[in-house]
């Protein structure tokens, strides 16, 4: 069910795509710009709640030095904002930003729908994806890190969770008054917490095992990263033939899937790992550091950038932003610019002159694969 996380058991119309208005702050209106409140960080927005299985029907934008501390935009815009999401019956208001507890407070008072904000929203894509135990655990884990300063006694920030996918169904059955409520929800998602960090503790030995078997095989290793959609799973059936999933969707790819290649004498692994996206919520990155792991103990970081992308440069700078924040900055890196049979020529020709070493491709035509193999040839057998 999409968006479950975000609606709640009570929330949405079943079979339906929820409608959503969503909500932002510019505060610079400098051409190029792509930080938070931005317009290109809005039109992600929109895509990640189109992942979500949610309709955008609306967005208001209000151009201000800083978000509003109590209410994220200014009072009067907030009258805007209540008309909207009545105009079009939203279910749900998505703020392009991190939201504090008083505002989502304040803001669904007075707009009258639920207000979360875009961490919430790529929370929620991350638990629809899970798919392995160990990715099921990761994102629980983030989950809990991101609702226990927002828990509000209520039992409405509860029933979200309870009716949505955290397995432990925490909330359900809690009564009391407020403060007492609170301190119990909270004492339960702590001990959640604590027996879920156990098991993925467990869960990611296992894993390690299996890694320190390949690197005792002496197998070098190809960690594919980069910004989410990109088309790292795409390259890495290219590569391999492998059959990762491949979609139109952000996040479609949660969990590592290696595999291994052999040409010639030269026998190395590549494993497809999850994308990063800006601003990734820090309690994700917390939750997925063994995942990510990955990244920071392969010989070679395989970074793949999609040349058709309007911001591919500014994309590139926030995956250089995360690779350093897990320490896998010092990765060796390969730069391979996909999606060259959609993206402009001369766009290619600029992501060349910045990166002059990067390997133009596209793993949906196959064009450049060639190349691509004989470059990863050289570093390996360099070594
Ligand atoms: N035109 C074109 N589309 C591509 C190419 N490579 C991938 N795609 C498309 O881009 C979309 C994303 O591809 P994925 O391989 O799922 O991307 P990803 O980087 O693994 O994405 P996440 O796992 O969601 O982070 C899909 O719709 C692919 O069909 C390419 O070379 N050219
Ligand atoms: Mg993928």
Known sequence: MAGSWLLGADGGTPGQRPTAVLVAVHQDEGAGDSGPGSEVSLDELRRLADTDGLTVAEAVVQHRPRPDPATFIGSGKVDELAAAAERVHAELVIA????????VRNLEERVGVRVVDRTALILDIFAEHARTSEGRVQVELAQIAYQLPRLRGDGRSMSRVGGGRM??????????????RLETQRRTLRQRATRLRRNATELARRRERTRSRRARNQVPSVAITGYTNAGKSALLNRLTGADAQVQDVLFATLDPTVRRISTGALTYTVTDTVGFVRHLPHQL????????DEVSRSDLAMHVVDASAPDALDQITTVHGVLHEIGAGLVPELLV????????????VALCRAYPDAVPVSALTGAGID??????????TRR
């Open 285 to 292: 990155v917390d939750a997925f550091r063994s995942t990510l």
């Open 96 to 103: 392009d930003g991190e939201l504090t507890p008083g505002q």
């Open 337 to 348: 610019l996909n999606k060259i049979d959609v993206a402009p020529p001369e766009w290619v």
């Open 371 to 380: 190349r691509l193999r004989a470059e990863l040839a050289t570093l390996f």
């Open 167 to 180: 397995a432990g169904g925490a909330g359900i059955g809690v009564r009391g008054p407020g403060e007492m």
